[in-house]
Nanobody
């Protein structure tokens, strides 16, 4: 079993930046792909970004809406995955969730992810 805890959310003005971090405990996530999703109340949880394992060269995948603005990265020594968010827009406002994928698909599909954190709120003011 693994526990995922997100941090780094908060309130920021449009155009600003935030860095979210996801800390894993209970076991190493080095062999798993990791992803970030977000959800606005009343909407489905949507894919934001994913990263594969070190052995598959840290391939990344992004939603079109965040390409060029967000960067996902991982630190195997710290057992963490980060999401650097730049040029934030009001439409980026959501609860952001970290997720672990044991199959290393680094997929955009929620169903591929086995473990989830409880989320961190990001609010972008216009």
């Amino acid at each position: 079993q693994v526990q995922l805890v997100e941090s780094g959310g908060g309130l920021v003005q449009a155009g600003g930046s935030l860095r979210l971090s996801c800390a894993a405990s209970g076991r190493t996530i080095v062999q798993w792909a990791m992803g970030w999703f977000r959800q606005v109340p009343g909407n489905e949880r949507e894919f934001v970004a994913a990263i594969s394992t070190t052995w598959t060269l840290h391939r990344t995948r992004y939603a079109d809406s965040v390409k060029g603005r967000f960067t996902i990265s991982r630190d195997n020594a710290k057992n963490t995955v980060d999401l650097q968010m730049n040029s934030l827009k009001p439409e980026d406002t959501a609860v952001y969730y970290c997720a672990a994928d044991r199959s290393n698909s680094y997929s955009e599909e929620r169903a591929n992810y086995d473990y989830w954190g409880h989320g961190t709120q990001v609010t972008v003011a216009s």
